[in-house]
């Protein structure tokens, strides 16, 4: 009888699909150096539980555009090296940041390599997905951001990124739709604020 349990229990193990490993680093990078140029939905979950959802545009690289829906009408755009956020009730210039100073550039830099030393700070999967979390050693007051990988087909699903106060921000994606490009002005701050402030 206790054979046949055993049996039984071993007959259950086999059936069950094997846990999938983590997508090795490597390969992750490969990916999101690759991405190229791609539009999706996106939904932002903020630090205080609101939700935003929106419309995203990447161009690696160096170059995103977020355009959030109604009522918020807010819009963010990373190009020519900065980020600019838009206030959606003022005619002011935006707010600008040097990109190389966001967690966004780690996803936008030239070439994403996440086997640079002391980058990544956590790699790991539940079975379904890939999570990597990364900062710049260089300026790790930056914060991070945590970017989690579909693991079959391998795709960038969502990231969050935690600011220096510890304030996080997830941007959960869409599917993702590649393009064979963009208009230029998406990425163009100088012509975008010019527009806005008319």
């Known amino acids: 009888m206790r054979q046949t349990f055993l049996a039984a229990l071993l007959g259950l193990a086999t059936a069950l699909p094997a846990a999938a490993q983590e997508i090795p680093l490597p390969v992750l990078s490969r990916y999101m150096t690759d991405l ?27 170059r995103m ?6 009522p918020n009408n807010a819009l963010v755009i990373a190009g020519g090296g900065q980020l600019a956020i838009y206030d959606p009730v003022s005619n002011e210039p935006p707010e600008q940041y040097p990109l190389r100073q966001t967690p966004l550039n ?31 050693p260089e300026r790790p007051e930056l ?10 087909p391998v795709e960038l699903r969502q ?7 510890g304030t996080e921000t997830t941007v959960i994606l869409g599917a993702l739709e590649r393009r064979d490009r963009l208009s230029a002005f ?10 806005r402030m008319r």
Do not use: C, M
């Open 36 to 62: 190229g140029t791609v539009e999706t939905s996106f939904t932002q979950v903020n630090s205080d539980g609101t939700l935003s959802t929106g419309k995203l545009y990447i161009q690696r690289p160096g």
């Open 65 to 70: 555009r977020f355009e959030y829906d109604p």
């Open 106 to 136: 780690l996803i936008l830099q030239r070439t994403v390599d996440f086997e640079v030393s002391d980058a990544v700070l956590a790699h790991g999967s539940d079975g379904l997905t890939t999570t990597v979390l990364a900062h710049d």
């Open 143 to 152: 914060g991070t951001i945590e970017l989690v990988f579909s693991n079959d």
């Open 159 to 165: 990231w969050v990124i935690t600011d220096e106060g």
């Open 186 to 195: 998406l990425f163009d701050i100088q012509r975008t604020t010019e527009d």
